[in-house]
C-alpha cells in the first residue's frame, strides 16, 4: 500500500521563477493538505483540497495555488519566487479531512537562490 | 502570540532519563491533540493522540489539561533512538492541523 508520494524530492530555483510541486495521497485518502516547513519551525497549512476544490487557506499570499484532480492527486504552484519560499515543502493526504488519519509525504526541498 | 506554542529547546539528556515536553494553544475551540515526531530532514510522523484523561504508550505518556489549554509528553527511560523533534500539534475547530515549533530532544549514552 504505497503511502504519499512527492516530488521532486529536491529543487532549486531562481527568484522570479514559477514551481509546480506534486503529491499523490495514500490510497484510499481523499483530502490533501499542504504544509510548508521554514529550517527550524514547525509545519505552517497552506491549503487543503477536498473533492477538487480548495476547502480551507492558511495565511500565504496569492502566489501559492493548488489544484486537486479527479484522482485526488495534487499540485501546489507557487509564483514569482521569493528567497524565503526557500522551505521544505510538505503533502499530507486523510480521508475526508479527518485529522487522525493524517498520513505526510517525505517532502519537496525547495531552494530559492 | 502562536496559536502553539513550545520550548524549542534543545534538551539534552543521557539514556535512561525522564524527559518531559510542555505545550500551550491559544484557541480553547481546539477539537483534538496529538504529538507528532520528526527525524532530521524527515515528514512527521504520528506519535500518539491525546486525551484529556491522559494515554499512555509504552515509554511515553502524554496529558491534555483544557481549562488551561495545556498539553504534554513525558519520555521515560530515554532510548539513543528517541533523539528527534517531537511537535505539538492541535486541530482547530475548522479542521486544520496546527503545528508548533517542535521541541528537539538529543539522548546522549
Known amino acids: 500500500d504505497a503511502g504519499v508520494t512527492q516530488s521532486p524530492t529536491h529543487l532549486i530555483k531562481t527568484r522570479g521563477q514559477q514551481v509546480t510541486l506534486r503529491c499523490s495521497p495514500k490510497s484510499g485518502h481523499d483530502t490533501v493538505s499542504w504544509y510548508q516547513q521554514a529550517l527550524g519551525q514547525g509545519p505552517q497549512f497552506i491549503f487543503q483540497y477536498y473533492e477538487e476544490e480548495e476547502r480551507q487557506r492558511g495565511n500565504f499570499p496569492d502566489r501559492f495555488s493548488g489544484h486537486q484532480f479527479p484522482n485526488y492527486s495534487s499540485e501546489l504552484n507557487v509564483n514569482a519566487l521569493l528567497l524565503g519560499d526557500s522551505a521544505l515543502y510538505l503533502c499530507?493526504?486523510?480521508?475526508?479531512?479527518?485529522?487522525?488519519?493524517?498520513?505526510f509525504g517525505s517532502g519537496t526541498r525547495l531552494t530559492v537562490v | 502570540r502562536k496559536e502553539v506554542e513550545q520550548d524549542p529547546g534543545p534538551f539534552n539528556v543521557p539514556e535512561g532519563a525522564t524527559v518531559a515536553f510542555n505545550c500551550t494553544y491559544s484557541n480553547s475551540a481546539s477539537q483534538s491533540f496529538f504529538w507528532y515526531r520528526q527525524d532530521c530532514r524527515k515528514e512527521p510522523k504520528l506519535l500518539m493522540s491525546?486525551?484529556?484523561s491522559g494515554n499512555e504508550d509504552g515509554r511515553f505518556t502524554a496529558q491534555l489539561n483544557r481549562a488551561s489549554q495545556y498539553i504534554s509528553l513525558l519520555i521515560r527511560d530515554s532510548k539513543l533512538s528517541d533523539s528527534a523533534t517531537y511537535l505539538c500539534v492541535v486541530n482547530s475547530n475548522t479542521g486544520k492541523l496546527i503545528f508548533g515549533q517542535g521541541t528537539t530532544l538529543q539522548v546522549k549514552p
Open positions: 491525546v486525551y484529556s
Open positions: 499530507a493526504s486523510s480521508l475526508d479531512g479527518r485529522d487522525y488519519g493524517y498520513t
